[in-house]
């Protein structure tokens, strides 16, 4: 929920300030997180659950700003196609690196002669410090960007009430076509994502060295993705490219569950096509986001970036927590037994079927909410030639853009 409320309220400030203002105390917080006290056992359970809550919090008070910034960023159709391409590729590049370099540097300390615990603190200390530098790198390289959100035909800033504006976002039906989306999509994958681990072991009888290296394929799948999949979304649109995206995972899942899944190649090509379909959804679906900001601004007089992209990642975490607890639930039910190396063949069998048939039906189920999202390149050209004239005082036509009203 707090993720919503920090999407509205960052609709009413400089988003760029605000991601400055949390890099400080994520660094901090980060190297807290990592550091080891002398509290007693009850003291350092206090400790590390208020570090890791703040960190946490810290954490989605920047990256609810930090999104949103990319409307800011482009006003136009395809540019922001291409900045969340761009956006995706460093995000996975970024957790390949800095998961290994802390590694590296942990295992250089301590050969040097650092404790345990000097050690990662060290490696830690060195990754603060480029958050650090992103954080200042981002506030600097944006400043001809800044944008508060205001009244079109007002320079004073409206102060709106947090109830109301999602109360007005609610009537828009590609907000909601989104969200619905968001909520079941995410539900399917998380379940998958969360499964494939359990389904390279007891069902395709891999080790746990080998089913983790599906996780591998994914990335490598992902970054080979990101190039054509945003060239794909220049040629045929934002919602053409997703859906058929969604397909691949789809009738990839379909087939892998009809077929008999029996080798390491059968969770590669789960794997694979989830990839491709998570990849596109990434860019797609912020890019898709912002485009209603204008809509919203057009309706309501406030571009609501912040607060469309705060219930975004709000739905997105609902419906993770959703999967977490019903794969539990799916487990329990079929009879899997933490303890035992070998398990039943319904319990093989449900793994198989939460990597395969139920993702699939959740994400198939998913793609009927995007019918309520019309927004293409046509219309939101015509959109913003309205917008421009509205904001000027001039007056213009809705005709272009008539199925979004």
Not at 109 to 120: C, D, E, N, Y
Not at 168 to 180: D, G, Q
Not at 241 to 246: I, Y
Request: glycine share 8%; proline share 2%.
């Amino acid at each position: 929920m707090h993720k919503s409320i920090y999407g509205h309220f960052a609709d009413d400030q400089a988003k760029r300030k605000l991601v400055l203002s949390t890099t400080v105390p994520i660094a901090i917080l980060l190297f807290l997180l990592f550091s080891k006290f002398n509290l007693g056992t009850s003291g350092n359970i206090a400790y590390y659950i208020i570090i890791g809550g703040l960190c946490y919090t810290v954490y989605y008070m920047f990256l609810v700003p930090y999104d949103s910034l990319g409307a800011e960023l482009s006003e136009g159709y395809d540019t922001r196609t291409i900045m969340r391409g761009m956006c995706t590729a460093f995000i996975y590049i970024s957790g390949i690196v800095g998961g290994t370099a802390t590694l590296y540097l942990q295992g250089k300390f301590s050969g040097k002669g650092a404790s345990v615990t000097a050690s990662w603190q060290y490696a830690i200390l060195a990754c603060c410090a480029l958050v650090l530098i992103a954080g200042f790198a981002t506030y600097a390289s944006t400043k001809n960007v800044d944008k508060v959100q205001s009244d079109i035909s007002s320079e004073t800033p409206i102060k709106e009430n947090i109830f109301k504006s999602y109360w007005e976002m609610l009537k828009m039906k590609p907000f909601i076509a989104l969200t619905i989306w968001c909520l079941v999509y995410f539900t399917g994958t998380t379940l998958l994502a969360t499964d494939i681990v359990y389904f390279g072991i007891f069902s395709l009888g891999l080790g746990e060295v080998d089913a983790s290296f599906f996780w591998t394929v994914s990335t490598i799948a992902t970054l080979i993705t990101i190039a054509p999949a945003t060239a794909l979304i220049k040629i045929f649109g934002k919602k053409k490219v997703m859906v058929a995206s969604l397909w691949i995972l789809i009738v990839v899942a379909v087939i892998e569950y009809i077929k008999g899944p029996s080798t390491y190649l059968d969770g590669w090509a789960v794997m694979i096509a989830y990839s491709i379909t998570n990849s596109t959804v990434l860019i797609t679906s912020f890019s898709m986001l912002y485009d209603i900001g204008e809509l919203t601004e057009f309706i309501t007089g406030k571009q609501k970036v912040g607060a469309i992209v705060g219930a975004f990642i709000f739905a997105m975490g609902i419906a993770q927590a959703i999967a977490y607890a019903v794969f539990g639930v799916i487990l329990k039910m079929s009879g899997f037994d933490v303890a035992a190396k070998a398990q039943s063949s319904g319990a093989i069998n449900t793994i198989t079927l939460t990597a395969t048939l139920i993702p699939a039906a959740l994400v198939f189920i998913s793609m009927i909410a995007l019918i309520l999202y019309r927004i293409n390149k046509n219309n939101y050209d015509a959109l913003l030639v309205a917008l421009d004239a509205k904001r000027e005082g001039k007056e213009y036509s809705t005709d272009g853009f008539k199925e979004l009203l």
